[in-house]
């Protein structure tokens, strides 16, 4: 039995104060949910004061990104230990964003999925197919690129640490979802790829999250889907309210 994981990334938004106000706001909508994971992944400035306020509930903490050295001259980055000093769980690893606009690549994927668990730091690593990729068919030659590429030279221990989230990146921002049908087919993808590098337990024990447009309409019927084991949640969790509601539709 795998418990739902339902994750909110702010992406570039919110001032500390604001970070701190939807925290709290979101903290109390939420604060009787025990069989969901919970994880806000506000900006690196705003970690900090997040934690104070999550400190004690039932809410987790979550960076965008992180570097993979641990320290040294690497101007403008964030270490994984520097992550775990002001209280993240998980990391998010691998966005499309990031791969789109940063450079961010396969390798430097799997560098960082190796940083974080050093440092005991649990990876949300993202997959997932452009458009035009879906339209000319190669959505299951991407997915497997994308999660091979992201877990080279991981242990079957390492790995259990690790939630996959499927973004297909038309659907991001897009107000596109997939359909309920479209995630379970990619994820249920995702998984024997993990059985075939792993073992059926292995991947039985993973989760992987859907994200791209879920709001509080779409969220029960995708979550109802037997692969998909929460949402990573964009522009719908910059509310406290849509966000808990979200939680609330994936029980
Ligand atoms: P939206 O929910 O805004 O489509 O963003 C999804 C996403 O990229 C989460 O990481």
Redesign the pocket.
């Known amino acids: 039995m795998r418990t739902p994981i339902i994750?909110g990334?702010w992406?570039l938004n919110k001032t500390v104060s604001e970070a701190v106000d939807l925290t709290s706001e979101l903290a109390k909508l939420v604060d009787n949910i025990t069989d969901v994971e919970l994880v806000v992944a506000p900006v690196f400035t705003a970690l900090s004061n997040v934690y104070n306020v999550i400190n004690t509930s039932n809410i987790q903490l979550a960076a965008q990104d992180l570097y993979w050295e641990d320290s040294g001259a690497f101007t403008g980055e964030v270490s994984a230990p520097m992550l775990k000093d002001v209280g993240c769980d998980y990391v998010?690893i691998g966005?499309?964003?990031r791969r789109q606009y940063f450079g961010e690549t396969n390798e430097t994927v799997n560098q960082k999925v190796k940083a974080a668990l050093s440092h005991d730091l649990k990876p949300i690593i993202?997959v997932g197919e452009l458009l035009k990729e879906r339209e000319a068919g190669k959505t299951e030659a991407v997915i497997d690129d994308h999660v091979k590429g992201g877990i080279v030279d991981l242990t079957e221990s390492e790995m259990e640490s690790c939630v996959i989230?499927y973004?297909p990146v038309w659907?991001?921002?897009?107000?596109k979802t997939a359909t309920p049908d479209q995630a379970q087919e990619v994820h249920s993808f995702i998984r024997d790829i993990l059985t075939n590098c792993y073992s059926e337990n292995l991947s039985s024990q993973i989760r992987i999250q859907y994200?791209?447009?879920?709001?509080p309409e779409n969220a029960a019927e995708l979550m109802s889907q037997q692969d998909v084991d929460g949402a990573?949640?964009?522009?719908?969790?910059l509310d406290a309210q849509s966000f808990a509601e979200i939680v609330i539709q994936s029980r």
């Not at 659907?171 to 107000?175: C, E, L, R």
């Open positions: 994750a990334n992406k998010i966005h499309s964003e993202c989230a973004e659907a991001i921002g897009t107000g994200g791209g447009s879920v709001k990573l949640v964009g522009g719908a969790s």
